[in-house]
């Protein structure tokens, strides 16, 4: 199942179940993913669940806690931070209200723009999940087949975007 807190779009991510896609309605707002993918794990313990969200949606979600207790409960869910180190919504919207504005004209988003770059890996490590960084998406499937020897029980994946 996928829990989906990015603009992932479900046409490229195929599935065969009805019940494989969860996504927040446009009237939500950031920071559940990584809860519900708890919930879905314990509703569903047999099934692999995958968070996907970006960086900015990852801050709101508090992760540490979400890896904390993923890990104390034993709660293997598998984390996808896309991370472009902005609130690209928020960015889009700027562009798309105030074209001409003086945030698109000098490229320089108030807030929006993540100046220190966080090791998202090491978040999951540091609550005693298991952390990841790819780069290419070349790498996603050597580091999928690889799963079965991941020690830890919560995973986050930090993608480059």
């Not at 504005?101 to 090491?122: K, P, T, Y």
Request: overall charge negative; hydrophobic content about 45%.
């Amino acid at each position: 199942m996928i829990v989906n807190e990015y603009d992932l779009d479900p046409w490229q991510v195929p599935r065969r179940c009805s019940d494989s896609w969860f996504e927040n309605s446009v009237a939500s707002g950031l920071g559940w993913a990584l809860g519900a993918a708890l919930g879905a794990k314990l509703a569903a313990p047999e099934r692999t669940i995958v968070a996907t969200l970006g960086d900015g949606a990852y801050y709101f979600n508090a992760p540490f806690s979400a890896h904390h207790v993923a890990a104390a409960q034993r709660l293997p869910i598998v984390v996808i931070v896309f991370n472009d180190q902005a609130w690209a919504r928020s960015k889009s919207s700027t562009r798309g209200s105030h074209p001409r504005g003086d945030a698109v004209r000098d490229d320089r988003f108030a807030l929006c723009d993540f100046n220190v770059a966080v090791d998202f890996a090491a978040v999951a490590e540091a609550a005693g999940g298991v952390g990841i960084r790819v780069e290419a998406p070349s790498e996603v499937e050597p580091r999928c087949a690889a799963r079965s020897r991941w020690p830890g029980p919560a995973t986050a994946w930090s993608c480059s975007t």
